[in-house]
């Protein structure tokens, strides 16, 4: 209840407009749920803290109402049977980049980076699915704005009219316009973000739309909350086909590791820097040292991992027991055991391949 003196709280309104820069914001696509309901979220984050949500959508049943916009009760039932045994009518909803009230809403969720042109690319699947919704979101001006070649710098709008050319959306439509037991708003979102990270989801989210996702924060006004660490994972490592086996090792450890050490104190200090220095070393090995040799990557995995802040940052027991302040016992990080193992298995693969 409110006090006498206490003002009301003003409604929250988002902006209508978002200056973003293609090459330096960072862009996040994040599988959601909220209680029984998975649902998608776009949007900037910087570092780990979230900064705008761009576009929320997530697929509902899709009920027929009476006159006065009622669902009846028969229709529910109808709804529930042709769910259960065979398929029922649904949509995506557009949910909107915000709400009006704080609300402190709990969910769990996944995040993974994605690029401006992938942001562009959802936003086009999305004008290109408009049947049921207008799919209110942030666009810019027009395509040329979009993609102007130099113009790092863009305005994005929030509207739902259509600014972008179509795409193809014909297998999209067949799993987001039915809903059952085997084609749940959870099997649509994660279809969503395989379409625009061209990669499969991580294991760590079931496909059951009861199943909490990994990670956990709070919705305050509709969007995550700025005091709670918000991860964004890279790229999966099926993102960029890597074609080496012994890269394609490497790098899937890193990405395991850093899904993994989220789950254990995710508030710390310790884990967010932790989770930017794995990320960093993932991102230049897929990045500009895509290119190097095994002995050149694990000269350069090990240069990095002693260096003085790295080593520092690495080298923290998150989790430390009785034993730990025994003098005569040192025990070393996961993430640095990890490490270990990675320079291990490149060096036992330089071996083979040069005595093999």
């Not at 259960?84 to 709990?106: I, M, Q």
Request: glycine share 4%.
């Amino acid at each position: 209840m409110q006090s006498k003196n206490q003002l009301p709280e003003s409604d929250y309104q988002p902006p209508e407009s978002l200056n973003v820069n293609k090459k330096t914001d960072h862009f996040f696509i994040s599988i959601n749920k909220k209680k029984g309901h998975s649902f998608i979220m776009l949007g900037v984050y910087d570092q780990n803290k979230f900064r705008h949500v761009l576009c929320r959508v997530g697929k509902v049943a899709d009920f027929e109402a009476d006159e006065n916009g009622e669902v009846n009760y028969p229709a529910k039932l109808q709804f529930l049977c042709n769910a259960l045994f065979f398929a029922s009518k649904a949509f995506l909803k557009n949910e909107g980049v915000s709400r009006k009230k704080r609300g402190d809403v709990p969910i769990t969720y996944q995040a993974y980076d994605i690029s401006y042109e992938q942001y562009i690319e959802f936003v086009r699947i999305l004008e290109s699915l408009r049947r049921h919704d207008a799919y209110k979101c942030y666009k810019p001006d027009s395509a040329a704005d979009s993609f102007a070649i130099g113009r790092d710098e863009v305005t994005l709008t929030l509207t739902s009219e259509k600014k972008l050319p179509p795409v193809n959306v014909k297998k999209l439509n067949t799993n987001l316009l039915e809903l059952n037991v085997g084609n749940t708003c959870r099997h649509s979102a994660i279809a969503l973000i395989e379409e625009v990270q061209h990669a499969p989801i991580s294991s760590l989210v079931s496909s059951s739309f009861l199943m909490n996702l990994p990670y956990e924060t709070v919705l305050e006004y509709g969007h995550p909350s700025e005091n709670i660490p918000f991860y964004v994972l890279p790229p999966p490592p099926g993102s960029f086909h890597e074609s080496d086996k012994a890269k394609e090792k490497v790098i899937t450890k890193l990405y395991l590791r850093m899904e993994n050490m989220l789950l254990l104190e995710p508030n710390s200090q310790y884990t967010q820097d932790k989770f930017l220095k794995l990320k960093e070393l993932y991102l230049n090995i897929v990045g500009p040292q895509k290119g190097l040799s095994l002995n050149e990557l694990l000269r350069s995995i090990h240069t990095w991992k002693e260096e003085k802040n790295n080593k520092r940052v690495l080298n923290v027991l998150r989790k430390e027991y009785f034993w730990d302040s025994l003098p005569f016992i040192k025990r070393q990080s996961a993430t640095m055991n990890l490490l270990a193992e990675v320079e291990d298995d490149l060096a036992a693969e330089i071996a083979n391949r040069t005595f093999g």
